[in-house]
């Protein structure tokens, strides 16, 4: 999908500055590996996250479909990222949208949806639920309220774990981005799975044009439920990922292998992001990073491996992250 509507160099909304984010090399934190790791910066999107590309293909094919239309209504289940993504594009195109979202969620993201426009529901966590550590059981009672609410205002839910247009937002964007910024000279893929739709569309828009680049799915350390281990931690920080659900979105034959990453380790990579690369970044960058510098200690010389700084760090200032 081409976000733009006009070549020129004013852009007629917000939608328009959606994508074709920078890709940076981290030579800082990777000195000294045989593998180089490039980092896609998707804050650089106007709602400070990977999840606006989503929200804009997702509203546009609603629209082509004769699923959404003037005075239309959304509802979504979000940990934030889409809901902001979905409320930009809501509020250029003149649609109501509610936001469902746990508590467990860090607080800045809540009150980006209000000032967006968005009406914000919160959702208890589960009993012995922690603030910034969101379980799979509290992302059940989100999606109870979540498919309540879409009932009863007879809106559009834009359902992004099931919803094709998430993984083709990436498959037409961010993976045919990523080709053309490194000319063809990728190696590797790796990527953190929330709704699965990222890696999805990356994968397969970079294997379309060299069946050969490896794609890896991360996962928290205590939460390995794709790779078929043993959930120890699902209450992990790594928020918007780790849900422990099947994810339709991920085909098995695009993934490589399966990574994990402990909180820790996201936490460390994040700050050494920040101060090494000057790069402000989630705890899910974090583990991205991890997880890809992992691959470039052992990668044969020259070899390249990219991956993601999901959002941006500016949603984190009330957690731990950055203490």
Same mark, same amino acid.
């Given at each position: 999908?081409?976000?733009?509507?006009?070549?020129?160099?004013?852009?007629?909304?917000?939608?328009?500055?959606?994508?074709?984010?920078?890709?940076?090399?981290?030579?800082?934190?990777?000195?000294?590996?045989?593998?180089?790791?490039?980092?896609?910066?998707?804050?650089?999107?106007?709602?400070?996250?990977?999840?606006?590309?989503?929200?804009?293909?997702?509203?546009?094919?609603?629209?082509?479909?004769?699923?959404?239309?003037?005075?239309?209504?959304?509802?979504?289940?979000?940990?934030?990222?889409?809901?902001?993504?979905?409320?930009?594009?809501?509020?250029?195109?003149?649609?109501?949208?509610?936001?469902?979202?746990?508590?467990?969620?860090?607080?800045?993201?809540?009150?980006?949806? @209000? $000032? /967006?426009? !968005?009406?914000?529901?919160? +959702?208890?966590?589960?009993?012995?639920?922690? #603030? *910034?550590?969101?379980?799979? &059981?509290?992302?059940?009672?989100?999606?109870?309220?979540?498919?309540?609410?879409?009932?009863?205002?007879?809106?559009?839910?834009?359902?992004?774990?099931?919803?094709?247009?998430?993984?083709?937002?990436?498959?037409?964007?961010?993976?045919?981005?990523?080709?053309?910024?490194?000319?063809?000279?990728?190696?590797?893929?790796?990527?953190?799975?929330?709704?699965?739709?990222?890696?999805?569309?990356?994968? @397969? $828009? /970079?294997? !379309?044009?060299?069946?050969? +680049?490896?794609?890896?799915?991360?996962?928290? #350390? *205590?939460?390995?439920?794709? &790779?078929?281990?043993?959930?120890?931690?699902?209450?992990?920080?790594?928020?918007?990922?780790?849900?422990?659900?099947?994810?339709?979105?991920?085909?098995?034959?695009?993934?490589?292998?399966?990574?994990?990453?402990?909180?820790?380790?996201?936490?460390?990579?994040?700050?050494?992001?920040?101060?090494?690369?000057?790069?402000?970044?989630?705890?899910?960058?974090?583990?991205?990073?991890?997880?890809?510098? @992992?691959?470039?200690?052992?990668?044969?010389?020259?070899?390249?491996?990219?991956?993601?700084?999901?959002?941006?760090?500016?949603?984190?200032?009330?957690?731990?992250?950055?203490?």
């Amino acid at each position: 999908m081409n976000y733009k509507s006009v070549q020129s160099g004013i852009s007629g909304s917000a939608i328009e500055t959606i994508g074709n984010t920078p890709l940076v090399a981290l030579d800082r934190l990777g000195a000294g590996l045989p593998g180089r790791v490039l980092l896609k910066l998707e804050y650089f999107s106007p709602g400070f996250s990977v999840k606006d590309r989503i929200a804009c293909q997702i509203i546009a094919d609603a629209e082509e479909q004769g699923l959404l239309g003037p005075g239309g209504t959304v509802v979504e289940l979000t940990s934030g990222n889409t809901g902001t993504g979905l409320a930009i594009v809501c509020a250029v195109k003149g649609y109501r949208l509610i936001c469902v979202i746990s508590e467990g969620n860090s607080t800045e993201r809540a009150r980006m949806m @209000r $000032a /967006l426009g !968005a009406d914000v529901v919160l +959702v208890p966590q589960v009993a012995g639920g922690q #603030a *910034g550590q969101v379980s799979g &059981a509290d992302l059940e009672q989100a999606e109870l309220v979540t498919q309540q609410l879409a009932k009863q205002h007879n809106a559009l839910r834009a359902d992004q774990f099931s919803n094709s247009s998430n993984y083709r937002a990436h498959e037409q964007t961010t993976g045919t981005e990523i080709w053309e910024q490194t000319e063809g000279n990728v190696h590797a893929f790796v990527s953190m799975a929330g709704t699965g739709g990222t890696f999805g569309g990356v994968a @397969r $828009a /970079l294997k !379309a044009r060299n069946a050969g +680049v490896k794609c890896y799915v991360v996962e928290p #350390a *205590g939460a390995p439920f794709l &790779a078929g281990g043993h959930v120890t931690d699902p209450k992990h920080k790594i928020q918007g990922t780790g849900y422990m659900r099947d994810l339709p979105q991920i085909p098995p034959e695009l993934v490589h292998e399966y990574l994990t990453v402990g909180n820790d380790e996201a936490t460390e990579t994040a700050n050494n992001l920040a101060k090494m690369e000057g790069i402000f970044a989630g705890f899910s960058s974090g583990a991205n990073v991890t997880a890809a510098l @992992r691959l470039a200690r052992h990668s044969q010389p020259g070899e390249v491996i990219v991956t993601l700084a999901c959002d941006s760090g500016l949603k984190y200032l009330s957690t731990d992250l950055y203490e």
